[in-house]
């Protein structure tokens, strides 16, 4: 049976942990990435209003049935860096997606790995996650070289899979598997 609540995970420089109230400006300073608010929920506007909605939508994630939603901290800060979710809408038939942002000022340093190789492994504890998959843009190299340093195989390319914005995007699809 799958946990009913967010836990604390940590894994090498991040603390995967529920999101707070304090993790505001993080959302906000991510609202005017180019990318993030196409291929997430944050919303494009860091206005006090929309940040706080976010924040309430990361906490009814897992009520709601969507799965968890983690705040990517570093391990001796806590200060949040970025988002990590194991999305499990398909968790009926075995599966499950991933997905993760950090914001740029902090990334390569190794939060995407460490978050994903943390994730993956407390969800492949569970008999329910019999495959985990993660879809990366193929121009995204710093992502899909984190999928497969933590073990996913990249499986092929997904033509126009994904709306982006307002275009649909290639996607390069990856899966890991508990035998894997």
């Keep these: 049976m799958l946990p009913d609540h967010i836990p604390v995970l940590e894994h090498g420089p991040v603390r995967l942990r529920p999101w707070r109230t304090g993790d505001a400006g993080l959302v906000a300073s ?3 990435d180019p990318l993030i608010p ?6 494009s506007v860091g206005s006090p209003e929309n940040v706080a909605a976010y924040l309430a939508r990361q906490h009814q994630r897992l009520p709601e049935g969507a799965g968890y939603s983690f705040a990517v901290a570093d391990v001796s800060t806590d200060e949040a860096v970025g988002n990590i979710g194991l999305w499990t809408g398909m ?3 075995g599966r499950a997606t991933t997905g993760y942002w ?7 340093r190794g939060y995407v790995s460490a978050a994903l190789q943390g994730v993956t492994a407390w969800a492949l504890t569970m008999p329910e996650f019999e495959r985990l998959e993660l879809y990366v843009e193929p121009w995204n ?9 933590a ?4 499986e092929g390319l997904l033509r126009a899979w994904q709306r982006v914005g307002d275009s649909r995007r290639d996607m ?3 899966s ?5």
Aim: proline share 5%; no cysteine.
């Design 172 to 174: 390069f699809i990856y």
């Design 176 to 180: 890991v598997l508990p035998s894997d």
């Design 141 to 149: 190299e710093g992502s899909w070289r984190a999928a497969e340093a």
């Design 102 to 108: 950090i914001a740029r000022q902090f990334r390569r």
């Design 38 to 43: 196409l291929i997430a929920t944050v919303p």
């Design 91 to 93: 968790i009926g038939s």
């Design 30 to 32: 991510v609202a005017s």
């Design 151 to 154: 073990g996913y195989l990249r």
